[in-house]
């Protein structure tokens, strides 16, 4: 079975960047469509990003749209979010996913894998 393990959360200041990275263990036979979903505090999860099996197919929550990017390693299964611009509402837990398949607006309950999360704490 696979697990899934985020990191590189923290305390960065607005308009600062951070990167997280989520990396796959276990039994990796197969390549899945991976997202990022993140859940602000006393608030709705929301999709974030979604990239493909293959990675040459990116989707994006439209808040985040042109400051985040979600990239892929397969050799090293690993999966990565590049955060920019960073605004104060981006603050929230980031949980990487395995995804079921690949749709811009996949619903949630489609992840069937859950890393355990990364907190992002964007200060004003």
């Known amino acids: 079975q696979v697990q899934l393990v985020e990191s590189g959360g923290g305390l960065v200041q607005s308009g600062g960047s951070l990167n997280l990275s989520c990396v796959a263990t276990?039994?990796?036979?197969?390549?899945?469509?991976m997202g990022w979903i993140r859940r602000p505090l006393g608030k709705e999860r929301e999709l974030v990003a979604i990239?493909?099996?293959?990675?040459?197919?990116?989707s994006y929550g439209d808040s985040v749209k042109g400051r985040f990017t979600i990239s892929r390693d397969n050799a090293k299964n690993t999966v990565y979010l590049q955060m920019s611009s960073l605004k104060p509402e981006d603050t929230a837990a980031y949980y990487c996913g395995r995804a079921m398949y690949y749709d811009p607006h996949l619903e949630l309950e489609n992840f069937d894998i859950w890393g355990q999360g990364t907190q992002v704490t964007v200060s004003s």
């Open positions: 276990g039994s990796t036979f197969s390549v899945y469509p």
């Open positions: 990239i493909n099996r293959a990675g040459g197919s990116t």
